[in-house]
T-cell receptor, first 114, second 113 residues
Framework: NAGVTQTPKFQVLKTGQSMTLQCAQD?????MYWYRQDPGMGLRLIYY???????DKGEVPNGYNVSRLNKREFSLRLESAAPSQTSVYFCASIPLAGVRETQYFGPGTRLLVL | GENVEQHPSTLSVQEGDSAVIKCTYSDSASNYFPWYKQELGKRPQLIIDIRSNVGEKKDQRIAVTLNKTAKHFSLHITETQPEDSAVYFC????????????FGSGTQLTVLP
């Protein structure tokens, strides 16, 4: 049981390049989240998916798109990367749709945009 | 939306002493308050949470207290050990959404041997 996995672990992009961050969970959880973590700013929600087939914007969605490919997988896409998107990205999942449950985080993807 | 403020941003204590981290929130309807611990280079992990129907919850050396009137909640770590050194985040449900959490900015706790 791997829990929540993310790929890649580390990525360097040039401004304007695109990439997709992958997240998968094997816990049969319904809801999945994408956060970014910047120094001194905690974790900020980018997008979330309450259930398969649905996605919603979080606090900082601009410059990102997401796809809930199936119940297991939730991907985050940067269409045209900007230096301001340099951050550590965490995926998380919870069993149901409400937040009054433990969020299980992936190991993170460290992204550097030059 | 919900505003969660966390203090202090850094905290150093001697091994064996207690540590207290405090968070305030703005939405009086918030009813769930988790605390996450993130060790250096690792993922955040839930260490304790409290729901609004209780004022205190304990789990061995850690405890969380909630003051709904004042809209603040605190993490208490007693008999601190070097392995308690980490960044701690509080959180509260985002206003108007039962599906999002707003996180505090984090507290870097250092336990000095």
């Amino acid at each position: 049981n791997a829990g929540v996995t993310q790929t890649p672990k580390f990525q360097v992009l040039k401004t304007g390049q695109s990439m997709t961050l992958q997240c998968a969970q094997d816990m049969n959880h319904n809801s999945m989240y994408w956060y970014r973590q910047d120094p001194g700013m905690g974790l900020r929600l980018i997008y979330y998916s309450a259930s398969e087939g649905t996605t919603d914007k979080g606090e900082v969605p601009n410059g990102y798109n997401v796809s809930r490919l199936n119940k297991r997988e939730f991907s985050l896409r940067l269409e045209s990367a900007a230096p301001s998107q340099t951050s550590v990205y965490f995926c998380a999942s919870i069993p149901l749709a409400g937040v009054r449950e433990t969020q299980y985080f992936g190991p993170g993807t460290r992204l550097l945009v030059l | 939306g919900e505003n969660v403020e966390q203090h202090p941003s850094t905290l150093s204590v001697q091994e064996g002493d207690s540590a207290v981290i405090k968070c305030t929130y703005s939405d009086s309807a918030s009813n769930y308050f988790p605390w996450y611990k993130q060790e250096l280079g690792k993922r955040p992990q839930l260490i304790i949470d409290i729901r609004s129907n209780v004022g205190e919850k304990k789990d061995q050396r850690i405890a969380v207290t909630l003051n709904k009137t004042a809209k603040h909640f605190s993490l208490h770590i007693t008999e601190t050990q070097p392995e308690d050194s980490a960044v701690y985040f509080c959180a509260a449900p985002s206003s108007g959404s039962a599906r999002q959490l707003t996180f505090g900015s984090g507290t870097q706790l250092t336990v000095l041997p």
